[in-house]
């Protein structure tokens, strides 16, 4: 009798073991892989849709003429303020995020700026004389600034696209110099030059 018990007993247990909702330590392996995976994926896309929304926003700027652009007219002592103004509508907190055609016009207005200033700005000063050349020697401070702004925000938005930055210290530091003289000849008479170039 104690026998037949005995052998019940351990037929019901291996019943019972067979019949246990217990997971199989092979099948639990590979679903927490397969889960693992699976996160894996889901978390890689996320990070590229991230990161194409980050670098395909939309275009503020727009391709113009040197002379529209041009800040040089006026007075001397606040060419800072309006280089600033011309990419005001950049923003500066995503700079990893400016489309290729915003950078495209920074870069053409730092280019336009820079052969104005050898082009038509030293001629114009090496034949003109006395207030007439301080104008337009204050006129093309202004444009240096004009020119070093965009240099410079050109840097930061390539450095921020994964390009170097190199340059950026020694062309901030230029661009400093140059406000600086900028503002010495604050409420000073300043000139443009006419230059066809586009940015």
């Known amino acids: 009798m104690q026998f037949s018990f005995t052998a019940i ?8 073991s067979a019949a ?6 092979k099948t639990s392996t590979k679903t927490k892989a397969a889960a693992a995976s699976s996160a894996t994926a889901i978390a890689s896309a996320a990070s590229s849709t991230a990161a194409a929304s980050s670098s395909s926003s939309g275009s503020v700027l727009t391709a113009s003429t040197y002379n529209a652009v041009q800040i040089s007219d006026g007075t001397a002592g606040t060419a800072e303020t309006q280089a600033n103004a011309l990419f005001a509508s950049i923003d ?3 700079l990893a995020g400016v489309s290729a055609s915003d950078l495209a016009v920074i ?3 730092h280019t336009a700026a820079e052969d104005a200033e050898t082009s038509a ?3 114009a000063i090496a034949a003109a004389s006395g207030t007439a050349a301080t104008a337009l020697q ?3 401070i202004k444009n240096k600034v004009l020119k070093l702004t965009a240099e410079v925000l050109g840097i930061q938005i390539d450095a921020a696209q994964g390009g170097s930055s190199s340059d950026l210290a020694a062309e901030q530091t230029k661009l400093a110099n140059n406000i600086k003289l900028d503002t010495a000849a604050n409420g000073q008479a300043s000139q443009s030059v006419s230059f066809d170039a586009t940015t």
């Open 9 to 16: 007993t351990v037929g019901l247990l291996v019943a019972l």
């Open 20 to 25: 246990s909702p217990l997971p199989n330590p």
């Open 92 to 94: 500066q907190n995503n």
């Open 107 to 109: 870069k053409g207005i």
């Open 121 to 123: 700005f030293n001629p």
């Open 138 to 140: 204050n006129g093309k």
